[in-house]
């Protein structure tokens, strides 16, 4: 609403300069709508010189392909309006581009480099705000010491292992990057229920104590809650949750969740009504933009660099098979997995 308001501002002042300066000739109507039509064409085909430049700088520079989603961007009225402008131009056998439109590219790309030196003085994109925010709001009460009795996400992980007795081979918190974004409550939602030659994910858990439950219940286990005193809160827990690969060999262990910021994301994608100011934005982009924030984060943090594995999964693709992603991940991370869980029954 403030933007047409100003918008209708802008065109109140720009019809007082122009009476104002009594510069125009309004007996040769045609003449000067044909020049308006032009100075129209030579607006929308510089931006649309920068948006190509911009697609181009995605393509080669961030290795972005170059798909719908990239090109969503594209003003489609504005492409209209190009048409027409052009189609009217040419029609009344005008110059499409005359002598002085050099000029005004030259003069639009003048004025535009200031707005490039101030660009560094803007706040944060959406995807950075929210990488920081995990960071500092949830990894950083999970994976680091807190000198006192939180050991630490590692320290966790191994209590763990003598408890259960079982080894975890990868000593990291596995977070699932999701492409829809969605998070399910259980990871064994990602499993493929008609593969049954698949690996699949399971919870750990353990049976209900006795005469508590019935005979199919049993409670989820978890690493040992972590309990701090946060934002006034006391005693505020974070737990992270334990699955086992179940495979044609022994299960293998892990700690592993989904992203809970892209999770958030997802559910105010499916809320636009109420969450107008963020309708439009792009959410590949947001993501994208996440992950890369967090990981440089993670490499710049002493506290939590090499705990944390953000893992991309591909839950729109029924051949995609979440189990598979993560053995291949343990694999690559830690080789010899095979002989540390065979140590121990």
């Known amino acids: 609403m403030d933007e047409i308001q ?10 007082g300069v122009t009476i104002g300066s009594r510069t125009l000739d309004f007996n040769d109507k045609d003449q000067w709508t044909l020049t308006i039509v032009r100075y129209i064409v030579y607006i929308l085909a510089i931006q649309g010189i920068k948006g190509l430049s911009s697609i181009g700088y995605d393509v080669i520079h961030k290795k972005r392909s170059l798909n719908t989603r990239l090109l969503q961007n594209i003003n489609g009225l504005q492409m209209i309006m190009f048409v027409a402008g052009t189609t009217i131009l040419l029609s009344n056998h005008q110059k499409l581009f005359a002598e002085d439109f050099p000029m005004i590219f030259i003069a639009c790309l003048i004025v535009e480099y200031p707005e490039i030196e101030t660009k560094y003085a803007e706040p944060v994109n959406y995807g950075v705000g929210m990488a920081c925010n995990y960071y500092e709001g949830y990894l950083m009460h999970v994976i680091p010491s807190d000198g006192g009795k939180y050991g630490g996400f590692v320290h966790n992980v ?3 292992e003598s408890r259960e007795g079982i080894v975890v081979p990868v000593k990291k918190l596995f977070i699932i990057i999701t492409k829809s974004m969605y998070s399910p409550p259980d990871l064994e939602h990602f499993n493929k229920t008609n593969r049954e030659d698949l690996p699949k994910l399971e919870a750990c858990t353990e049976p209900f104590p006795c005469g508590a439950g019935s005979a199919d219940d049993a409670l989820f286990q978890s690493l040992d809650d972590v309990e701090k005193d946060i934002s006034c809160v006391k005693d505020r827990s974070y737990k992270n949750s334990t699955y086992k ?35 439009e ?8 933009d996440f992950c890369a924030a967090l990981t440089r984060i993670l490499a710049r943090s002493s506290e939590c660099r090499d705990k944390v594995e953000l893992v991309h999964y591909d839950d729109t693709d029924p051949e995609s098979n979440l189990a598979d992603v993560l053995l291949d991940k343990i ?11 065979s140590t121990r029954l």
Not at 6 to 15: D, E, P, R, S
């Open 245 to 279: 690969i179940y495979r044609r060999g022994r299960p293998v262990c892990l700690v592993a969740e989904c992203a809970t910021p892209l999770h958030t994301l997802h559910r105010v994608m499916q809320n636009k009504d109420l969450y107008a100011d963020l309708a």
């Open 6 to 15: 100003i918008y209708f501002l802008q065109i109140v002042l720009a019809v």
């Open 158 to 160: 191994q209590s763990y």
């Open 331 to 341: 694999k690559e991370l830690e080789p010899n997995f095979e002989q540390l869980i």
């Open 281 to 288: 934005i792009n959410v590949e982009d947001v993501c994208n």
